[in-house]
């Protein structure tokens, strides 16, 4: 069965960095657009940023551009996000989700990860 | 950035109520919409995909329609394991968006 598993959260200080790791079993991992999705304690669901097949194709929401890199490595079934100049509203937990085949537009997320908490604190 | 927004925000029913949900863009998203449930300290679960497509494995009492701005989830008759909170999430332009929530509690 498709499993996402989730891991690297913890607390941090501000400014400090985290690499949160995903790990996923059950499907061609290769074949799949993944994407990070966040959710701030007590809020709503925050999409984060997406990368495709072979990492072809990336995007980001403008609040992590430029302090958060996704990647992957196929090989290893893996997805991962490099989180830098991390700031106190960073802190959520972070969902690693893969992209539903078979609709024309990625975006729709059918398997979710259990979630990493990041807490940026000092 | 595409907007957006659920109403409402809190919903109390009983079982075997029909509920509705409404999700409305800020601009037409087409029917490049998805509904999730999410449960406490649980991760969101697919229910329905491209406005009105039910996902496999979820119950026929759910189900959604519309499509440019505004949509809405149906569920026909609320089961005790429906008391969760409900988002909606378009995937029109490449910064997607999900809606604030709607919380269905008990009544």
């Known amino acids: 069965q498709v499993q996402l598993v989730e891991s690297g959260g913890g607390l941090v200080k501000p400014g400090g960095s985290l690499r949160l790791s995903c790990a996923a079993s059950g499907f061609t991992f290769s074949d799949y657009y993944m994407s990070w999705i966040r959710q701030a304690p007590g809020k709503g669901l925050e999409w984060i940023s997406y990368?495709?097949?072979?990492?072809?194709?990336?995007y980001y929401v403008d609040s992590v551009k430029g302090r958060f890199t996704i990647s992957r490595d196929d090989a290893k079934n893996s997805l991962y996000l490099q989180m830098n100049s991390l700031r106190a509203e960073d802190t959520a937990v972070y969902y690693c989700?893969?992209?539903?085949?078979?609709?024309?537009?990625?975006?729709?997320?059918?398997?979710w990860g259990q979630g990493t908490l990041v807490t940026v604190s000092s | 950035d595409i907007q957006m927004t659920q109403s409402p925000s809190t919903l109390s029913a009983s079982v075997g109520d029909r509920v509705t949900i409404t999700c409305r863009a800020s601009?037409?998203?087409?029917?490049?919409l998805a509904w999730y449930q999410q449960k406490p300290g649980k991760a969101p679960k697919l229910l329905i995909y491209?406005?009105?497509s039910l996902e496999s494995g979820v119950p026929s009492r759910f189900s959604g329609s519309g499509s440019g701005t505004e949509f809405t989830l149906t569920i026909s008759s609320l089961q005790p394991d429906d008391f969760a909170t409900y988002y909606c999430q378009q995937f029109n332009s490449y910064l997607w968006t999900f809606g604030q929530g709607t919380k269905v509690e008990i009544k």
């Open positions: 601009q037409s998203i087409s029917s490049w």
């Open positions: 491209k406005a009105s």
């Open positions: 989700a893969r992209d539903r085949k078979g609709i024309p537009v990625a975006g729709t997320l059918d398997y």
């Open positions: 990368i495709g097949r072979s990492g072809s194709t990336i």
